[in-house]
């Protein structure tokens, strides 16, 4: 069936056998030390790098401001139906604050500010009342402490109290913005701690927000883990204080994504296990085989962790896609060693002399037969998928290149495990139970005999020789519907997308140990986004703007940037209308309300009486820098020499809406900015970074998938030109794997999932698998067609041999993949849903489409000859 070459490679591997078995496994022992001697190190998705200007600009950004690194945790106090600004709900937030200073380690990890919200702002404004009731002369200006503030707002009446508030809340009053409040030290006004849909002047609200600021001990490439522990700590305390109310951060939601990967691998482990060992165990219908199987995926695991620590490629989600793809490949390669062997011995391929009892062919003999019909096979889909993945090191991210050798060496750690070990160690084993037990170990291949299996598959063998056009044509439509929906799918990247999910109610009622946890970040993060201006990582944006920032009519442009801001997009919009996006316009107008020497200063610049200076901006800039140096520095940046180079806005955005818009939206604003005045502005910040990191890796990924087709398609050709002399069976070959890509894109449109960084890796499973797949069916049936007198003969051949081991391993990592789809994790959701699609996807086009391809090519040829 195979050349000389796969004849002797078998026979050698055979008569070795137990030489081979010794040597694959020190060698694997070798190899896997990489995993402990190696430091692999972790890494994110969206810790790539690329050169673009938005990236040149942010770190610009970094090395001449004043860049806060105060860890920012964001806490929500709601009652929907209810008030969260009542005397009791104040005190209690700031007996919340008491208990958490008080603890040592807690209070270690909280900076000078600590905890500030509207209850400071008002516990404050308490304070210095009592004090100007008290004082006989000059009443005390210090800053009051916790408890002054709650010893002040206990011993007030809820009336008083909401006097107190009403005050606070009026910004023409002294207790407003600007004043007694804002002499306690906070500096945002009180309406930066309610929603954006308060109503100002009122005194009731359904929530409000209190902002927790840490502090960062951690070196700049080290995550602050105290800080995040600490978050964990207080929310545990929030939840028994409040009856509704959350504390939303890093270590929150890092807590969160960890516990739900946990319950969801508590619960799906199991089903995975029993799915998965029951389809193996149907199509062996062996314990041995089965467990033979486990040990080569076994060494596979350890060359992948192996490769992965002697290279010290970093971990990352990118590369969560890897083992996956190599337990596939190796299910897939074990079943068609096993089943072309089992073949073998049961006398079904030509060649078999040295018959043992029974009629049967011998271990060795038939090990040498099996291995001899696949083992081009296996190295064909070893080369082409292992070069396809390879071709992604051309891509400029570090992070993709990592991914396409990491891919390929698990690839070639596939066929050393399946095509060399395995067979050995398979004929060692058999040889051993046969010789020492007298177990007969000549088994029935999967798929053929009488059985329920080979019903099916025979009948599959009738549709390539009766309706093969009518196949080719539906595959075809269907492809191009799937590529039609391709171009409408979503291609954003959400953070808020990889936050934890609640459990189903079905999941809530399995006994204690399986019962998943409750999980509301989801529902949080997106009530805060659309509620309140957020803090912290990706809630703020920035606008670098350069070249003349002291002309007054580039102040303007800064000045009027918030209106190019939809109010329907992620700027955030405040209560008054007004954008929330500060900048050297904002600042001036604060410290002159704040200062008398910068009030005095813009009023001799000022000649319309806009609030901004006609003239002279760099001096006013001087004053502003004299009577606030931090404050002026986080808006404008001074050199040495005392000229201004640039200036930037800091644009405040919704922290859960997806990057790519976020991108959109502040790069409106920066050519706002750009349009109206003499300078230049270039948006960047966290969240368009990482659109931008995003939207080149999904581009990179999409030309790997191109190269990788191509790369395939090349090879195919030139083996079945060497190996048949047949130019066309190559494209013939492929034809199917593209088909499935195109219907596995068509099916994520239709279930609504984003074709992102994230799931372009994951359909890369489509070609590995498809291809692989292919590979086998075309190579068995271009082997059968040699030998068999007639098409239906050989198709009949293919699609019970070839495709009851195709419908072995597609059944089982369909399964066990799939079942992912029930973790609470949307990422594992989105992996197991896309990873099963396509499976199915690709064994189906491979038992049907390329079938009908194989029979349409053969009549071709008869009609041409």
Request: charged fraction near 20%; glycine fraction near 10%; aromatic fraction near 6%.
């Amino acid at each position: 069936m195979s050349g000389p070459i796969a004849a002797r490679y078998a026979e050698w591997i055979v008569s070795h056998s137990r030489l081979v078995v010794v040597l694959i496994l020190v060698l694997t022992a070798v190899v896997a030390v990489g995993a402990v001697v190696g430091e692999s190190g972790e890494g994110e998705i969206g810790q790539f790098e690329t050169d673009s200007e938005e990236t040149d600009a942010f770190e610009e950004i970094e090395a001449t401001y004043g860049t806060d690194d105060a860890v920012v945790a964001q806490l929500v106090v709601r009652d929907e139906s209810g008030d969260v600004l009542t005397r009791d709900s104040l005190l209690e937030g700031l007996r919340l604050q008491q208990d958490v200073r008080e603890d040592e380690d807690l209070n270690a990890t909280l900076d000078e500010q600590g905890f500030v919200g509207l209850e400071n702002i008002v516990g404050t404004a308490a304070v210095y009342e009592d004090r100007a009731e008290s004082a006989n002369g000059r009443p005390d200006a210090s800053e009051p402490t916790l408890e002054e503030q709650i010893a002040a707002l206990e011993s007030r009446s809820d009336e008083e109290v909401e006097t107190l508030l009403a005050d606070v809340l009026d910004p023409d009053s002294d207790a407003g913005p600007g004043g007694r409040a804002a002499e306690s030290g906070e500096r945002g006004d009180p309406y930066e701690f309610l929603p954006t849909d308060y109503e100002p002047g009122e005194t009731e609200a359904d929530a409000r927000i209190t902002f927790v600021f840490q502090v960062d001990d951690s070196g700049p490439d080290e995550e602050p883990q105290a800080a995040y522990d600490a978050q964990v700590e207080i929310a545990d305390r929030i939840d028994e204080r409040f009856d509704d109310a959350f504390l939303f951060g890093q270590g929150v939601t890092d807590e969160a994504s960890s516990n739900a990967v946990g319950d969801s691998f508590v619960i799906i482990t199991p089903v995975a296990l029993v799915l998965v060992l029951g389809v193996l165990a149907i199509t062996y219908r062996d314990v041995v085989d089965v467990l033979i199987g486990l040990v080569g995926i076994g060494v596979v695991m350890a060359w992948l962790a192996g490769i992965q620590g002697w290279l010290e490629i970093p971990s990352s989600q990118l590369l969560i896609a890897v083992p996956f793809l190599l337990i596939g490949l190796s299910i897939d390669y074990a079943l068609h060693v096993v089943m072309r062997y089992r073949e073998a011995r049961a006398g079904e391929l030509d060649g078999g002399t040295s018959r043992a009892r029974n009629g049967a062919v011998g271990t060795r003999a038939g090990m040498t037969l099996g291995l001899t019909g696949v083992v081009l096979a296996l190295a064909a889909a070893t080369v082409s998928t292992g070069v396809g993945f390879l071709s992604n090191v051309v891509s400029p991210l570090g992070a993709v290149r990592d991914f396409a050798i990491l891919s390929a060496g698990g690839i070639l750690a596939t066929f050393v495990a399946f095509a060399v070990f395995v067979p050995a160690l398979k004929v060692e084993i058999d040889e051993f139970l046969e010789t020492r037990f007298d177990r007969d170990r000549a088994k029935r291949p999967f798929g053929t005999g009488a059985g329920a299996t080979n019903r099916v598959l025979s009948r599959l063998v009738a549709i390539p020789q009766r309706m093969p056009v009518v196949v080719v044509l539906v595959a075809l439509v269907l492809a191009a519907g799937g590529a039609y929906g391709a171009t409408g799918i979503d291609t954003e990247f959400n953070q808020a997308d990889f936050l934890p999910e609640d459990a189903p109610d079905w999941a809530k009622s399995l006994p204690g140990p399986l019962a998943p946890g409750t999980y509301t970040i989801s529902e949080d993060v997106a009530y805060l986004g659309e509620n309140f201006a957020e803090r912290g990582e990706g809630s703020q944006t920035q606008i670098l703007i350069r070249e003349d920032v002291t002309d007054p009519d580039a102040l303007v442009a800064m000045d009027e940037a918030g209106s190019a801001v939809d109010e329907d997009g992620t700027v955030v919009v405040g209560s008054d209308g007004e954008a929330a996006i500060e900048g050297p316009p904002t600042l001036i107008r604060e410290l002159a309300s704040e200062n008398e020497t910068v009030a005095a200063a813009l009023e001799e610049r000022d000649t319309n009486g806009d609030g901004l200076p006609d003239e002279d901006v760099a001096g006013l800039y001087d004053v502003l820098f004299d009577v606030d140096a931090d404050r002026a520095s986080d808006v404008l940046y001074r050199t040495d020499t005392g000229a201004y180079e640039s200036a930037r806005l800091l644009v405040t955005v919704q922290g859960d809406a997806p990057a790519q818009t976020v991108a959109d939206d502040s790069r409106d604003v920066a050519a706002a900015v750009e349009n109206a005045g003499p300078v230049t502005a270039v948006a960047t910040g966290g969240p368009v970074t990482t659109a931008v990191v995003q939207d080149a890796l999904l581009e990179t990924l999409v030309q790997a998938f191109a190269i990788t087709l191509v790369v395939i398609l090349v090879f195919l050709t030139a083996l079945y030109w060497f190996r048949h002399g047949a130019l066309s069976l190559g494209a013939v070959t492929l034809a199917p794997v593209v088909a499935a890509l195109a219907w596995l894109l068509g099916a994520m449109a239709l279930l609504d999932l984003p074709f992102n960084s994230e799931t372009a890796v994951i359909t890369s499973l489509a070609i590995g698998l498809g291809v692989d797949y292919s590979i086998h069916v075309g190579e068995r049936f271009v082997a059968e067609r040699d030998e068999r007198e007639s098409l239906e003969d050989a198709l009949a051949a293919t699609v019970t041999g070839t495709g009851g081991a195709l419908l072995g391993s597609a059944a089982t990592t369909a399964a066990g993949f799939g079942v992912l789809a029930l973790a609470l994790a949307p990422p594992l959701q989105r992996f197991g849903l896309v990873t099963g699609l396509s499976i199915v996807f690709a064994f189906v086009a491979c038992l049907t489409v390329l079938p009908c391809l194989l029979v349409l090519r053969e009549r071709v040829l008869a009609r041409g000859s």
